[in-house]
Antibody, heavy 122, light 108 residues
Framework: QVQLVQSGGGVVQPGGSVRLSCAAS????????MHWVRQAPGRGLEWVAF????????FYPDSVKGRFAVSRDNSKTTLYLHLNDLRPEDTAIYYC???????????????WGEGTTVTVSS | DIQMTQSPTSLSASVGDRVTITCRASQRIDIYLNWYQQKPGKAPKLLIYAASSLQSGVPSRFSGSGSGTDFTLTINNLQPEDFATYYCQVSYRVPLVTFGGGTKVEVK
């Protein structure tokens, strides 16, 4: 079945780095753009990264630009998020999500990973 | 940047009620608006895309409406499994994404 299985994360010191992974199965991974979305404790959803289906373009909000880096390996059907220079406010559950187009124009996140927790603390 | 304002931030309802959640965009976004449901400890789940199209497998008691700047998610005959937090999300400037602040539907 279509699924995204996440790994990585954990407790990281401020200023540290961590890599998150999102392994896709059940669909042609190389046909889909992919997002990362995070959720701080008790807060709402915040978009943090997007990568095109072939890795040719990447987008970030200002809150993480220059510190986070999204990448993918289509041969391994795996998405990555590299988190660098981490701050306490980056503490959150991080989700990967597939970006699907409906009726040629309407994009939505139709498949989500289970989430992985990153805690930034000394 | 497009801002999305959801209201209310929370509401209390009973099984069988009709619930309405609204989302307002800071500029016109045609129908590039999606709705998600999130239960505690779980990933969000897509309910509705393009403002009013029901995602496959989602019960028909969920419906969406609106275009331009004002959108509504309606849950008819609220079921026990519908107590959750709901988010709107705009995909107007693809692939940039903005979520609303969320609406928590609680048991009255």
């Amino acid at each position: 079945q279509v699924q995204l299985v996440q790994s990585g994360g954990g407790v990281v010191q401020p200023g540290g780095s961590v890599r998150l992974s999102c392994a896709a199965s059940g669909f042609t991974f190389s046909n889909f753009g992919m997002h990362w979305v995070r959720q701080a404790p008790g807060r709402g959803l915040e978009w943090v990264a997007f990568i095109r289906y072939d890795g040719s373009d990447k987008f970030y909000p200002d809150s993480v630009k220059g510190r986070f880096a999204v990448s993918r390996d289509n041969s391994k059907t795996t998405l990555y998020l590299h988190l660098n220079d981490l701050r306490p406010e980056d503490t959150a559950i991080y989700y990967c999500a597939r970006y699907k187009v409906e009726n040629s124009y309407y994009y939505c996140m139709d498949v989500w990973g289970e989430g992985t927790t990153v805690t930034v603390s000394s | 940047d497009i801002q999305m304002t959801q209201s209310p931030t929370s509401l209390s309802a009973s099984v069988g009620d009709r619930v309405t959640i609204t989302c307002r965009a800071s500029q016109r976004i045609d129908i590039y608006l999606n709705w998600y449901q999130q239960k505690p400890g779980k990933a969000p789940k897509l309910l509705i895309y393009a403002a009013s199209s029901l995602q496959s497998g989602v019960p028909s008691r969920f419906s969406g409406s609106g275009s331009g700047t004002d959108f509504t998610l309606t849950i008819n005959n609220l079921q026990p499994e519908d107590f959750a937090t709901y988010y709107c999300q705009v995909s107007y400037r693809v692939p940039l994404v903005t979520f609303g602040g969320g609406t928590k539907v609680e048991v009255k």
